[in-house]
């Protein structure tokens, strides 16, 4: 116990030191490279405005001024999902998700009093608690002047608390004569039809010469924002138009903190932007980080297409999730009843290839994103998933390992489970973006590390895999396993720019505890439910505060969490996520899956009692009830402390419970219960 204790001291003194290290790393990142080259800043929002809009014959300003621009897809989602205009012109002032309230085709007047305190309210009790006015409130702060030109949603962006800027001009260049920030509206294309092609190119070619007209004004040191500043008034939600070009930004890719995936960016990065080019500080409230170049010397044409390309994906996934998640469901369905049918008529399980190929479906549906299935459609997305399911599966069910041991089989599946999710986290997460239950750009939950249904699937396929090697090991080299593959899970998960995972490590490494707790041997003490809670927080807590020590630009959720317990608003992000979480438990997918799983948990568990079924001889029973316990540790801890709630329970059970399955048989005879053998009595004891 003692070095247990020595150990939970070191890691306190850790946390420390990096807390002590964090204000020197904050102030050396004042130095910024905008600082030295600050001048005008002119903001061009189109609402609607997509990458497919921009081709060299209709729109050959903006084709020429993208060639020598960072680029990205924005991601325009707001405090009501979809961003109509109004909506998407408060999250560009307030640089959180903001709400408006007001149907797609009207625009709320800020001049008008009655109307401008209905957006404060409504924002105040949002889910963000958007500061209506906060990048005008901010730019006037720092002693900058805003302008406004064109559309009248350029006054929604600008605007202080008040509602007000400090001029509206008809031109870029006369705005310029006095004012340090421009903000322009074109706002043709918002309300065309997309059905008619000659009103789509009247108005891109009005949105071009503006954008031209633009251009000419601009002097030398000046930047140049324009963005795609919401959906439009009907239709899906795309990704949008995001370029930057000035002094600070050359041809290439845009990336932000707040997606840390190149050529992805947020809209609500667009205001922290602006501040941090105009020197001005960033408040609190805003969620998004400045947009940061990344040099790429791809031609225009590769590069845009991309960009494309990555939203045709990230709607392909959207519109398979529809039925994909039914499919899911009815599978685990599917997969329980057999099962259950088959203890009821007292037979062998079902064949171990059809577990082992149920529990490799979640991380099939990552490795389907090996092939460009969205290019013919949303099809090929369940026969690839099938496909890689069933490779999987029978190569841990007939493989050499798994002839005679059931375990090396549920090793296998999960083994390869875990080491998908991690070395996806560790080449930048490319299959989890628009993975079946993963992270999509439109939908903007999560960018890169590992997602909260990745986080459960590298935590059973880690559990899985260490409660099947440790079988038959001394009980110190048992606890060790456990914690050394544990230990690489939750690096893994928890490091800024691998994992970035905060609540998964609050779940998992509870749940290793557990297990390395049980094949250890030890005799249960109070002190190990403590050790392993503080040990919990004080590792999640290291993670946030070595994330805290980098640069503002670069901070990860982890580090700016830091930030939101000193200014007081982490309550808002906590109340936010149990709310998201506690939504699971109200409908989707996983919560009929949770069911499903519950169903079968109480069938075995009355099967068990009533001595209908009973674990293969070759199971350790100890190590298949730690086992047990971690995962439920996990399935719960996991959903309590990750806003995906109910998706964690369920997928961690997807890969483990057909893998517990094979360890259980029907007891062939089943023995009649106490009360009938007294009433006959032994029968033994008569011939006697």
Same mark, same amino acid.
């Given at each position: 116990?003692?070095?247990?204790?020595?150990?939970?001291?070191?890691?306190?003194?850790?946390?420390?030191?990096?807390?002590?290290?964090?204000?020197?790393?904050?102030?050396?990142?004042?130095?910024?490279?905008?600082?030295?080259?600050?001048?005008?800043?002119?903001? @061009?929002? !189109?609402?609607?405005?997509?990458?497919?809009?921009?081709?060299?014959?209709?729109?050959?300003?903006?084709?020429?001024?993208?060639?020598?621009?960072?680029?990205?897809?924005?991601?325009?989602?707001?405090?009501?999902? *979809?961003?109509?205009?109004?909506?998407?012109?408060?999250?560009? +002032?307030?640089?959180?998700?903001?709400?408006?309230?007001?149907?797609?085709?009207?625009?709320?007047?800020?001049?008008?009093?009655?109307?401008?305190?209905?957006?404060?309210? !409504?924002?105040?009790?949002?889910?963000?608690?958007?500061?209506?006015?906060?990048?005008?409130? %901010?730019?006037?702060?720092?002693?900058?002047?805003?302008?406004?030109?064109?559309?009248?949603?350029? $006054?929604?962006?600008?605007?202080?608390?008040?509602?007000? @800027?400090?001029?509206?001009?008809?031109?870029?260049?006369?705005?310029?004569?006095?004012?340090?920030?421009?903000?322009?509206?074109?706002?043709?294309?918002?309300?065309?039809?997309?059905?008619?092609?000659?009103? $789509?190119?009247?108005?891109?070619?009005?949105?071009?010469?503006?954008?031209?007209?633009?251009?000419?004004?601009?002097?030398? +040191?000046?930047?140049?924002?324009?963005?795609?500043?919401?959906?439009?008034?009907?239709?899906?939600?795309?990704?949008?138009?995001? /370029?930057?070009?000035?002094?600070?930004?050359?041809?290439?890719?845009?990336?932000?903190?707040?997606?840390?995936?190149?050529?992805?960016?947020?809209?609500?990065?667009?205001?922290?932007?602006?501040?941090?080019?105009?020197?001005?500080?960033?408040?609190?409230? /805003?969620?998004?980080?400045?947009?940061?170049?990344?040099?790429?010397?791809?031609?225009?044409?590769?590069?845009?297409?991309?960009?494309?390309?990555?939203?045709?994906?990230?709607?392909?996934?959207?519109? %398979?999730?529809?039925?994909?998640?039914?499919?899911?469901?009815?599978?685990?369905?599917?997969?329980? !009843?057999?099962?259950?049918?088959?203890?009821?008529?007292?037979?062998?399980?079902?064949?171990?290839?059809? #577990?082992?190929?149920?529990?490799?479906?979640?991380?099939?549906?990552?490795?389907?994103?090996?092939?460009?299935?969205?290019?013919?459609?949303?099809?090929?997305?369940?026969?690839?998933?099938?496909?890689?399911?069933?490779?999987?599966?029978?190569?841990?069910?007939?493989?050499? =390992? #798994?002839?005679?041991?059931? =375990?090396?089989? %549920?090793?296998?599946?999960?083994? !390869?489970?875990?080491?998908?999710?991690?070395?996806?986290?560790?080449?930048?997460?490319?299959?989890?973006? *628009?993975?079946?239950?993963?992270?999509?750009?439109?939908?903007?939950?999560?960018?890169?590390?590992?997602?909260?249904?990745?986080?459960?699937?590298?935590?059973?396929?880690?559990?899985?895999?260490?409660?099947?090697?440790?079988?038959?090991?001394?009980?110190?080299?048992?606890? %060790?396993?456990? @914690?050394?593959?544990?230990?690489?899970?939750?690096?893994?998960?928890?490091?800024?720019?691998?994992? *970035?995972?905060?609540?998964? @490590?609050?779940?998992?490494?509870?749940?290793?505890?557990?297990?390395?707790? $049980?094949?250890?041997?030890?005799?249960? #003490?109070?002190?190990?439910?403590?050790?392993?809670?503080?040990?919990?927080? /004080?590792?999640?807590?290291?993670?946030?505060?070595?994330?805290? &020590?980098?640069?503002?630009?670069?901070?990860?959720?982890?580090?700016?969490?830091?930030?939101?317990?000193?200014?007081?608003?982490? =309550?808002?992000?906590?109340?936010?996520?149990?709310?998201?979480?506690?939504?699971?438990?109200?409908?989707?997918?996983?919560?009929?899956?949770?069911?499903?799983?519950?169903?079968?948990?109480?069938?075995?568990?009355?099967?068990?009692?009533?001595?209908?079924?009973?674990?293969?001889?070759?199971?350790?029973?100890?190590?298949?009830?730690?086992?047990?316990?971690?995962?439920?540790?996990?399935?719960?801890?996991?959903?309590?402390?990750?806003?995906?709630?109910? #998706?964690? &329970?369920?997928?961690?059970?997807?890969?483990?419970?057909?893998?517990?399955?094979?360890?259980?048989?029907?007891?062939?005879?089943?023995?009649?219960?106490?009360? /009938?053998?007294?009433?006959?009595?032994?029968?033994?004891?008569?011939?006697?």
């Amino acid at each position: 116990m003692r070095r247990s204790w020595s150990w939970i001291r070191a890691g306190a003194g850790a946390c420390l030191i990096a807390a002590t290290l964090a204000p020197s790393a904050s102030a050396a990142a004042a130095d910024d490279p905008a600082a030295a080259v600050r001048g005008p800043v002119v903001v @061009v929002g !189109v609402p609607g405005l997509t990458w497919q809009d921009v081709q060299p014959g209709l729109t050959p300003a903006l084709w020429r001024l993208a060639g020598r621009s960072s680029v990205a897809a924005m991601t325009d989602r707001t405090g009501e999902g *979809d961003a109509r205009r109004a909506a998407g012109w408060l999250t560009f +002032n307030t640089g959180s998700r903001a709400r408006a309230d007001v149907e797609p085709r009207v625009l709320p007047d800020p001049t008008v009093p009655g109307q401008l305190e209905r957006l404060h309210a !409504v924002n105040r009790s949002g889910a963000y608690r958007s500061q209506v006015g906060a990048l005008g409130d %901010a730019l006037h702060r720092a002693r900058r002047t805003v302008a406004t030109v064109g559309g009248a949603g350029a $006054v929604l962006g600008a605007m202080s608390g008040d509602g007000r @800027v400090d001029s509206r001009d008809p031109t870029v260049a006369a705005a310029l004569q006095h004012a340090d920030v421009v903000v322009v509206e074109l706002p043709q294309l918002y309300d065309v039809d997309r059905q008619d092609t000659r009103a $789509v190119h009247d108005a891109l070619s009005q949105i071009d010469t503006g954008v031209a007209t633009a251009l000419q004004a601009l002097p030398g +040191n000046a930047s140049l924002l324009v963005a795609g500043v919401s959906d439009a008034a009907s239709g899906r939600a795309p990704l949008h138009v995001a /370029m930057a070009a000035g002094p600070t930004f050359g041809p290439g890719r845009l990336s932000s903190a707040s997606t840390g995936r190149a050529g992805v960016v947020q809209l609500i990065d667009v205001a922290p932007t602006v501040l941090w080019l105009t020197g001005a500080p960033v408040p609190t409230a /805003m969620l998004g980080v400045h947009w940061s170049p990344l040099p790429d010397h791809a031609s225009t044409a590769s590069r845009l297409s991309a960009l494309v390309e990555l939203d045709q994906r990230s709607a392909a996934n959207i519109q %398979a999730g529809t039925w994909y998640d039914r499919a899911v469901a009815w599978v685990a369905l599917l997969y329980v !009843v057999a099962t259950i049918t088959a203890w009821a008529w007292r037979r062998a399980s079902l064949p171990l290839v059809v #577990s082992t190929v149920i529990a490799s479906v979640p991380v099939a549906g990552w490795l389907a994103q090996l092939v460009p299935w969205w290019h013919v459609g949303t099809w090929p997305l369940a026969p690839l998933t099938a496909l890689f399911a069933g490779a999987i599966g029978s190569a841990a069910a007939f493989g050499p =390992w #798994s002839r005679h041991d059931r =375990w090396r089989a %549920a090793a296998f599946v999960g083994a !390869v489970t875990a080491a998908v999710i991690i070395v996806d986290a560790a080449t930048g997460s490319p299959l989890s973006l *628009d993975a079946p239950f993963g992270d999509n750009p439109i939908v903007a939950g999560r960018f890169h590390g590992i997602g909260n249904v990745a986080f459960a699937l590298l935590g059973a396929g880690t559990l899985m895999l260490s409660a099947a090697v440790v079988r038959g090991s001394s009980p110190r080299r048992a606890a %060790a396993t456990v @914690v050394g593959l544990g230990a690489v899970a939750l690096l893994v998960d928890g490091l800024p720019g691998l994992g *970035d995972d905060f609540g998964g @490590v609050l779940g998992l490494l509870p749940a290793v505890a557990v297990l390395a707790l $049980v094949v250890s041997k030890v005799r249960f #003490s109070w002190r190990y439910p403590f050790g392993a809670l503080l040990a919990t927080v /004080m590792t999640a807590a290291a993670f946030a505060l070595y994330d805290y &020590t980098r640069p503002p630009s670069e901070r990860t959720h982890l580090g700016r969490f830091i930030g939101q317990i000193a200014d007081g608003s982490a =309550w808002t992000v906590v109340a936010r996520k149990f709310g998201s979480s506690t939504a699971t438990f109200m409908g989707g997918a996983p919560r009929w899956i949770v069911v499903v799983w519950l169903v079968l948990g109480l069938a075995t568990y009355v099967g068990h009692r009533r001595g209908w079924l009973s674990l293969r001889a070759a199971v350790d029973h100890r190590v298949a009830g730690g086992l047990l316990a971690a995962l439920l540790v996990l399935a719960v801890l996991g959903a309590g402390f990750n806003d995906s709630g109910l #998706s964690i &329970t369920a997928f961690a059970f997807y890969v483990a419970a057909p893998l517990l399955v094979p360890l259980v048989e029907p007891v062939s005879e089943v023995p009649p219960p106490p009360s /009938m053998l007294r009433e006959i009595g032994d029968p033994g004891l008569s011939r006697s």
